[in-house]
């Protein structure tokens, strides 16, 4: 059994549109395409995620990127779930992403800069 990619790698700048609303669609549409193969199991990679599912603030924040996280939660596992779909996320910044979007990923791994005798 293998993997089927949904696109080849990404980094958060491939999602962000100047229009609003651009980057919930091209989520959406990424999400979809793991429908298109329902008995396999798809994947999503996503470098830097932080700018696309930063932590939003408590007095309302910017709409278009607020609206992304939603869609992103609706289809990681809201009403829209797709689940045949791995999401892989990899930030340097974890203190910036959203707790509800946190809280969606299985599993969350540190890595932690290496040693000395590491980097020799």
Request: hydrophobic share 35%; aromatic share 14%; proline share 3%.
């Given at each position: 059994m293998g993997f089927h990619l949904v696109s080849?790698?990404?980094s958060a700048s491939n999602f962000m549109k100047e229009l609003v609303g651009g980057a919930k669609g091209t989520v959406e549409?990424?999400?979809n395409r793991a429908l298109l193969s329902p008995h396999l199991i798809c994947s999503?990679?996503?470098?830097?995620i932080d700018p696309l599912i930063q932590r939003?603030?408590?007095g309302g924040g910017n709409k278009g990127s607020d609206e992304t996280i939603s869609k992103?939660?609706?289809?990681?596992?809201?009403?829209?779930?797709v689940p045949n779909l791995l999401v892989l996320?990899?930030?340097n910044l974890f203190n910036k992403i959203d707790d509800a979007m946190v809280r969606r990923f299985s599993y969350?791994?540190?890595?932690?800069?290496?040693s000395k005798s590491e980097r020799a």
């Open positions: 080849n790698g990404l549409g990424y999400f999503l990679a996503i470098d830097e939003r603030e408590s992103f939660l609706s289809m990681m596992g809201g009403n829209e779930c996320g990899s930030t969350n791994f540190y890595v932690g800069l290496p």
